[in-house]
């Protein structure tokens, strides 16, 4: 499975920006998204924006994102018997 995970450019210099997660800053590979301006919101994807997005799509992904991490302590998948 991939995950996406929504951020707010805040610089752009050549084909990097700074991408800001919540607080968290990180430089991100802009080639894929040349549309891009500083306050736009991305979807970032293996250190590289794939998508602009909107504020609203933003959010309603980033709730997402926490509904997953409300599930962080269940298992995924049951163990398989020995004898498999």
């Known amino acids: 499975m991939c995950l996406a995970i929504p951020g707010q450019v805040t610089e752009i ?25 500083i306050g736009d919101y991305v979807l970032v994807h293996a250190g590289f924006a794939i998508q602009v997005i ?12 926490r509904e997953i991490d409300q599930f962080d302590d269940t298992p995924v998948r049951e163990e398989l018997p020995s004898d498999v």
């Open 54 to 65: 909107d504020f609203d799509e933003a959010q309603r992904q980033l709730e997402l994102i």
């Open 13 to 37: 210099a050549g084909p990097l920006a700074k991408v800001d997660f919540g607080g968290i800053r990180r430089d991100i590979g802009v080639t894929l998204v040349p549309e891009v301006r």
